[in-house]
């Protein structure tokens, strides 16, 4: 069963940036969408954005332009590089297959403020 460690969130001033992590144990190739969902206190999860094996991407409209997703098949690794970071992005971040597949892992909180 294959199980997800996010990493590489953290306290950030409005503007900052982060680079997201999700590290597999095994193979993410046979998911060929791959995903990033965010789930704000009191909010339910939502997902963020998708890239695909063949690099077909999508990002919810609140982040385009500032968030890039990609993904290392051969590391069993997909990224999340966060730019101009704003307070309503902070949230615990997931990454998982799309649909949602495999089993969640314990996020990575990004928590933005001055």
């Known amino acids: 069963q294959v199980q997800l460690v996010e990493s590489g969130g953290g306290l950030v001033q409005p503007g900052g940036s982060l680079r997201l992590s999700c590290a597999a144990s095994?193979?993410?190739?046979?998911?060929?969408?791959m995903a990033w969902y965010r789930q704000a206190p009191g909010k339910q999860r939502e997902l963020v954005a998708f890239?695909?094996?063949?690099?077909?991407?999508n990002y919810v409209d609140s982040v385009k332009g500032r968030f890039t997703i990609s993904r290392d098949n051969a590391k069993n690794t997909v990224y999340l590089q966060v730019n101009s970071l704003k307070p309503e992005d902070t949230a615990v971040y997931y990454c998982?297959?799309?649909?949602?597949?495999?089993?969640w892992g314990q996020g990575t909180q990004v928590t933005v403020s001055s």
């Open positions: 890239i695909s094996n063949s690099g077909f991407i």
């Open positions: 095994a193979s993410i190739f046979s998911f060929n969408i």
């Open positions: 998982n297959s799309y649909p949602t597949g495999i089993s």
